[in-house]
């Protein structure tokens, strides 16, 4: 897998769907887009996951994505709400099947964990994380967090996938601080 990509990452929705594309070049990512899609203007449900299928088409087709990074639905007690978040979720993932784009799903957990190391963290905290790591600009950040939920899955493909096998060996923390100063907060 080539480290030079475009990942679009989607948090599925039937009232709002948010959406990243993030740009890794040279293990480098960064924010290309972030946006929502307000769906709660169409009281038809199937015409909420036709307007989900044209948008993510019409992303795939603006920001031409090597990867779909999407939040898998999680276990809910209404099974309703759950049924039609797969739908949505489902709808999203046939544009990307329509393209040939290969799709790699994370559980919600996941991706919280991989973007502030706590599963139970906050749509806010996720936010501000995402914000600090890819320095967006506060007036880029949308308040719908949606949108940087979206961005989430994508950074958490990121995350997954750029891990470079390490052929270094270490001592002990020291070791590693001196061989990876960029690696550490604070370091040279």
């Not at 449900?45 to 948008?55: A, D, K, Q, T, V």
């Not at 784009?101 to 502030?116: D, G, H, Q, R, V």
């Not at 940087?148 to 052929?167: I, K, M, R, W």
Request: aromatic share 8%; hydrophobic share 40%.
């Amino acid at each position: 897998m080539t480290n030079d990509r475009i990942i679009l990452g989607i948090d599925p929705g039937t009232i709002v769907m948010g959406y990243g594309v993030l740009q890794v070049a040279a293990n480098k990512p960064v924010l290309l887009a972030l946006g929502i899609l307000q769906l709660n203007k169409y009281d038809d449900h199937y015409l909420r996951l036709r307007r989900i299928f044209e948008r993510v088409t019409g992303l795939i087709d603006q920001y031409c994505p090597d990867e779909l990074a999407i939040e898998a639905p999680f276990f809910g007690k209404n099974v309703q709400s759950m049924l039609k978040l797969g739908r949505a979720q489902g709808v999203a993932m046939a544009a990307a099947l329509n393209r040939d784009i290969p799709i790699f799903e994370y559980a919600p957990l996941k991706i919280k964990m991989s973007i502030t190391g706590n599963g139970q963290a906050s749509k806010e905290q996720v936010a501000g994380m995402l914000q600090r790591f890819l320095r967006i600009p506060q007036e880029n950040m949308l308040p719908q967090l949606d949108a940087t939920d979206g961005l989430a899955a994508a950074v958490c493909h990121y995350f997954q996938t750029n891990n470079p096998v390490s052929e270094k060996k270490y001592t002990g923390w020291k070791d590693f601080i001196a061989k990876n100063p960029g690696k550490v907060a604070g370091g040279k």
